[in-house]
Structures are given as C-alpha cells and as structure tokens.
C-alpha cells in the first residue's frame, strides 16, 4: 500500500510539473523558442499572487483574477517588445535574452521581496485531504491535477478548435506564407506568449500554496518543466502532462526508496526516456 500511495502522489504532482510545462510547451510549439526565464516567471507570479492576497486581503484563488491578466499582459509586451527581435535562424539569441531575463527576473524579486522564503496562505484547503481505499490524497493536489487537465484540454481546443490556434499552427508551420495570407505574426507570437504567461500564473500561484518559495528557485521549476516537456514530447500538450506524471512518479518512488533520492530519480527517468526515445514518447505530428 506504501508503494501505491507514493505512485498516487507522484501523479497528483505531476499534474503541477505540467503546469510548469505547459507554457514551455506552448511557446516552442507555436515559436521554437526555448525560454531560460520561464521558471523565474513562474516564482514572479507566486509573488504578484503574494502581494495581491496580502494587499487585498483576499484568498491566493481569488488572487488569480489579477495575476492572470497581469502575466497575459506582459508576456504580450515581452514578446512583442523583445523577444520577437531575437527570433530566427539562430537559437543562441532568444537564449541569451531570455538568460538575462532570468537575471533581472531573480534579482528585482530579491531587490523587492528579499530571499527569505515566503508563502500563500490557502487556508484549511492546504491542510484538507481525502481517503480513497486506505489512500490518503491531499485536497490541493488533487484539486492542481484536475485544473492541469483543464488548462491542457483548453489549450489543445485552443490550438485545434478556434481561429487563433489555426492562426499558431500556420505562423509555426512557415511564417512567410503566414504572413502572406494576412498573419500579423508579431501578434500572433505576442497572444501566444499571453497565453504562456496565464498559465504561468496558475502555475505560479499554486506551487505557492503548495510550498515555499524564494527568488532563486525559478531554475529547479524551469528543469522540470523542461523535462516534462521533453519526456512527452516537444510540443505535444497532453505529452507534456503524461511527462509530468512520469517525472513526479520517479521522484516519489525515489523518495520512498532514499528521501535523499528524490531529485536524482526524477533526472535518471527523464535521461532514460531521452536514451529511447530522443523525440520523446509522444513527439507532436502536425495537423
């Protein structure tokens, strides 16, 4: 029953992972960009959701109503103001902006916030859990998992089902016939990176209820956001939370074997997944 209980639990934190992965996912399905400082962005919205609960007085969720469209809005004027410069041929230059990015992310937040570790506050919601057949499951887990398979389903109708998905997968496809049938691919990349950075602030606000936080740990959620996205498969959303619920599986069995080995059992499932199947296990086909 031990061994079923860490399994359970590796999947509900799994479903947090995808919520780091998704945006990645997103982002280099539409733009082939790899973003250094999406981890950072992620703890810069754990922040806002801090300041706003704090300063409104109101619960993280609730939080969420000013933080989403803060994130949206300067993931817009990030990419339309900066990154669409750096795109092209050439990988290194987004890398290297999104690099400095990163910097001026972690130290602003330092600046600001100084390091001491901070938390939501969630309420009874953090300590509430449920038992399933000798199974005891945190309410905030479960409750992450259910709204990491929400935000992919809406993603994957977003991308397949409306307008501006076709809009996505014509600029990824080839972005000068795009452009020719009337594609402003400047904004489409913009609503893209919007759309990367709401979910960012999902992300963010739930890995802080769920635990602390301090400016320098945006580099540990960005690797397994990577991982998961490339476990899954690059580009391919509903890879990207299989890849999550395998990365925080391996981590909890990990943790059951050496409660030192969490982190390394996380690295070695994903560099097996890498030795068989490089694409990863899902790698996205174009519609």
Not at 223 to 229: H, L, P, Q, T
Request: no cysteine.
């Amino acid at each position: 029953m031990d061994w079923i209980n860490a399994i359970t639990q590796g999947v509900l934190l799994g479903g947090l992972y995808a919520l780091f992965a998704a945006g990645l996912s997103l982002i280099f399905g539409v733009m082939r960009l790899v973003n250094i400082a999406h981890g950072d962005l992620i703890i810069l919205a754990a922040y806002l959701g801090l300041s706003t609960s704090v300063m409104l007085g109101v619960h993280p969720f609730l939080a969420l109503l000013v933080v989403i469209p803060v994130m949206a809005g300067l993931g817009y004027l990030l990419q339309r103001g900066v990154l669409n410069q750096t795109l092209g041929p050439d990988i290194l230059p987004p890398l290297l902006v999104t690099f400095g990015l990163s910097v001026i992310i972690q130290n602003a937040l330092l600046e600001t916030y100084t390091a001491d570790p901070q938390k939501l506050a969630g309420g009874a919601i953090e300590t509430a859990s449920i038992n399933v057949g000798g199974i005891t499951m945190g309410v905030l887990p479960i409750l992450t998992f259910v709204i990491a398979l929400a935000v992919i389903a809406g993603l994957q109708f977003i991308f397949y089902r409306t307008a501006l998905g076709r809009g996505f997968r014509a600029v990824s496809d080839n972005q000068d016939i795009a452009q020719l049938m009337g594609l402003h691919k400047a904004h489409v990349f913009g609503v893209a990176m919007a759309l990367a950075l709401a979910v960012v602030a999902i992300a963010g606000i739930l890995l802080g209820m769920r635990t602390s936080f301090d400016p320098a740990i945006g580099g540990g959620r960005l690797i397994f956001g990577f991982e998961a996205v490339i476990i899954g498969g690059l580009g391919n959303l509903w890879g990207t939370l299989i890849g999550g619920v395998i990365l925080g599986v391996a981590q909890t069995i990990g943790a059951k074997i050496d409660p030192g080995f969490q982190l390394l059992a996380g690295h070695i499932a994903f560099l097996l997944v890498l030795a068989i199947r490089p694409n990863g296990l899902f790698p996205r086909v174009n519609h």
